[in-house]
């Protein structure tokens, strides 16, 4: 019976060593890192790449756990940067030149990915307008979302660009959507100064409007990008190439699978998805109102250059807030201070065909 017991013990020992050695080796799952992204406007279906890269798993793969939130403005967006509060927002690029003029906060940011390659903005009009180009804007009355939007400045510069005195273009905020919309039918304003997504949908609903073309230099103006503080660039590289690898996927992957991409904003969002009509209505709708959204994402995009930026955008954009009269003419805005390309190689460390395969496969 003795031997019967230590027996025993030396089972249940070897038993007990045997846990013990499993627990030891199996690795512990690492947290996932927090990020935090700002969108400055109500949730629509521009953030459908987002959804898209989350239901595809491009965040979990980077091992991040990505919040989407709404802070309205560069008022709102730059302060919470700066707190920390948020990692990095879909964000304007003008209020950082401005800033870095004599006398301005000169805010400690820099863009590291060029979100939209092609600006968003457009300037729509009626059909039967007489206003063909920004040279026709003279003595034009323009309707903008509102009086402190970041695109004022841009136009103001393409129509002064076109010999337009500015100070003949009578500016009025109309919002969007419908009040928008009404105010350009009733001719309330001769131009609507709203983007993309938003003029697709007045079309749709029956309006006829026309586009009227940026001058030639602008046509291949940037208009949005992902800000961070210098210090995080220091300290949390990591972060922001991981979190920019996964935009630049879902961006492929909305534009190889549309629908699909329509699909996971909605069932992110499903107080969002239409509630009228059949779904294969609504699919159609909404894949036309995206479809330049897209395009205008992945413009001039290759295997290399998610995210880039070039100095001459960039010399633009300061260009235009000079003849806007957003900065001083004589004033000396270091582009090198704006953006840095040094997370490019990173965005970009991935195989675009099997993003692809992944994403046509989604349902």
Known sequence: MHSKFLNGLTRLGAAVVLVLAAAVAAPEAK??????????????SGVANFTF????????????DVELIVLTGSGVIIPQLLQGSIHTAYASLEPLPISRQEGKPNFPI??????????IWELAVLDESKIKTFADLKGATIGFVS??????????????NQGVDWSTVQKLGVGSGVPAFEALRRKQIDALNLWDTMHVALGLSGTKIRLVPFPKEYQSLPSHGFPYTNEMIKKRPDLIAKFGRAM???AIACQANLEGCIRSFWK???TLKPT???????????MTILKPRIANLVYGRNDKNMG????KEWELVVGALKLGGLIDQKANIPLNSLYTNQFVAEYNRFSRDEVTKKAKAYK
């Open 248 to 250: 630049s996927k879902g």
């Open 147 to 160: 009086l402190t939007s970041g695109n004022i400045a841009m136009t103001q510069a393409m129509a002064q």
């Open 53 to 64: 890269a989350k239901a595809l798993g491009f965040f979990d793969e980077e091992n991040l």
């Open 276 to 286: 009228t009509g059949t779904d294969e209505e609504n699919i159609k709708r909404e």
């Open 268 to 270: 992110e969002y499903p």
């Open 110 to 119: 820099q863009f590291t990915y060029n979100y939209l390659p092609r600006s």
């Open 308 to 311: 880039e930026f070039s100095a």
């Open 31 to 44: 947290a996932k890192d927090k990020f935090v992204f700002a969108w400055p406007s109500a949730i629509n």
